[in-house]
């Protein structure tokens, strides 16, 4: 069984189009975790969620808007795409919010936008 | 604010030649300190970390890393490459205090690792 998993792992759209990103985890975990890796594999927070409470929120756009629906799911809605937003998202999740936790990543979302 | 380097985005090792990877830290205190390893089109996946107590950690696949407070450093080694070694490496870090109600954790550049035959 896979531990986290996303849903799709390409996505292919045109900008100014609305996508969102699945994520679900099979841990138990409390917390969950969205990552933006850009073109040089720089690796950046984005959100994280706590038993469905955010918890960190870092300066991202407004078209990108989270949901977490219970503790083993964690979405992520993107509205107007634009070309910058074109990167590979990881969902991960970890037994607490505390940051010694290994935190457990999924496969990853590579989006293009054209 | 806590901040990570990793000198080198590319090392080439041959195989079965010791694996350094380098990795420089700045935080008010000691942070608890990860290396992750991303293998081509997959999510990232742990290999060690430090969070108290030993200073050299020992990893998965013969990895280990040895926190330096003295050089704010936390170089990860391997004595012998492997094949199966090529792969991103990332230095993370994180602060032990909470920060707004919560802590975060802030990671490398990454390292791109060839192993030649």
């Known amino acids: 069984d896979t531990a986290v998993s996303q849903t799709p792992k390409y996505l292919v759209t045109q900008m100014g189009n609305d996508k969102s990103i699945k994520c679900e985890q099979n841990l138990g975990h409390d917390t969950m975790y969205w990552y933006k890796q850009d073109s040089k594999k720089f690796l950046k927070i984005m959100f994280s969620?706590?038993?469905?409470?955010?918890?960190i929120n870092e300066t991202v756009p407004n078209r990108f808007s989270p949901k977490s629906p219970d503790k083993a799911h964690l979405n992520l809605h993107i509205n107007s795409l634009e070309l910058g937003d074109s990167a590979v998202y990881f969902c991960a999740s970890s037994p607490t919010r505390d940051s010694y936790n290994e935190q457990f990543f999924g496969p990853g979302t590579r989006l293009t936008v054209l | 604010a806590q901040s990570v380097t990793q000198l080198g985005s590319h090392v080439s090792v041959s195989e079965g030649a010791l694996v350094l990877l380098r990795c420089n830290y700045s935080s008010s205190v000691p942070p608890y300190l990860f290396w992750y390893v991303q293998y081509p089109n997959q999510g990232l996946q742990l290999l060690l970390k430090?969070?108290?107590?030993?200073?050299l950690v020992k990893g998965i696949n013969g990895f280990e890393a040895e926190f330096k407070k003295s050089e704010t450093s936390f170089h990860l080694t391997k004595p012998s490459a492997h094949m199966s070694d090529a792969a991103e490496y990332f230095c993370?870090?994180?602060?032990?205090?909470?920060?707004?109600?919560?802590?975060?954790?802030?990671f490398g550049t990454g390292t791109k690792l060839q192993v030649i035959p």
């Open positions: 430090y969070t108290t107590g030993a200073t």
């Open positions: 969620y706590n038993n469905k409470e955010l918890i």
């Open positions: 993370a870090v994180s602060d032990r205090s909470y920060s707004g109600g919560y802590q975060k954790v802030t």
